[in-house]
């Protein structure tokens, strides 16, 4: 059975740091490519960034780039963001998710297509 763990949330002080883990089971890294995206009460769900099935390929929101760095470990087959300079707008849910649909050496921010999600890990940046 498929499936997406996401880890790693909590609370932070503005310009801190954090790391999320989305640990997969039941497929491989290099099936589909690995989102992250996240969710703010009261909007939308949006991209934050993703990669490849291959790794080769990284994409980032403007609103995170310089910041956020996504990476993987395939012998634990785990995606990792890592968060710096985090400030209170980046509070929201984050989620981890995975696209069977786009070619291997691509990746997309926007959700359609990502067909199996994580349950999701809170962050919260205040001071």
């Known amino acids: 059975q498929l499936q997406l763990v996401e880890s790693g949330g909590g609370l932070v002080q503005p310009g801190g740091s954090l790391r999320l883990s989305c640990a997969a089971s039941g497929f491989t890294l290099e099936d589909y490519a690995i989102g992250w995206f996240r969710q703010a009460p009261g909007k939308e769900r949006e991209g934050v960034s993703c990669i490849s099935s291959t790794g080769s390929s990284t994409v980032y929101s403007d609103s995170v780039k310089g910041r956020f760095t996504i990476s993987r470990d395939t012998a634990k087959n785990t995606v990792y963001l890592q968060m710096n300079s985090l400030k209170p707008d980046d509070t929201a849910v984050y989620y981890c998710?995975?696209?069977?649909?786009?070619?291997?050496?691509?990746?997309?921010?926007?959700?359609?297509?990502?067909?199996?999600w994580g349950q999701g890990t809170q962050v919260t940046v205040s001071s």
């Open positions: 998710a995975a696209n069977p649909l786009v070619p291997a050496w691509a990746c997309v921010t926007s959700t359609r297509g990502y067909a199996f």
